[in-house]
């Protein structure tokens, strides 16, 4: 049940940095940057002192790393 709401979070997490975003993706890439998002938001919040508490933390902290990598992705196709 952990891995089904792990993956829940991670793809309303890549939606939402979609949104905010603006990068046009399909529910496969938003769960995928999601998923992954989660992880550098963790590693982000860590770095910080933060700790996610709950679902709404855990979704917080998925998006905000969501939104991180999108933002480090586009900076890496516009160099090449």
């Known amino acids: 049940m952990n891995i089904l709401l792990f993956l829940?979070?991670?793809?309303?997490?890549?939606?939402?940095a979609?949104?905010?975003t603006g990068a046009p993706m399909g529910m496969?890439?938003?769960l995928i940057v999601g998923v992954i998002g989660a992880f550098v938001g963790g590693f982000l919040f860590g770095l910080?002192?933060?700790?996610a508490r709950g679902l709404i933390g855990s979704l917080v902290t998925a998006t905000v790393g969501a939104?991180?990598?999108?933002f480090i992705?586009?900076?890496?196709?516009r160099r090449t």
């Open 48 to 51: 910080l002192g933060l700790a």
């Open 67 to 70: 939104v991180v990598l999108l």
């Open 18 to 20: 979609e949104k905010v």
């Open 28 to 30: 496969l890439a938003n």
């Open 8 to 16: 829940l979070i991670g793809l309303a997490a890549g939606f939402i």
């Open 73 to 77: 992705v586009g900076l890496v196709q």
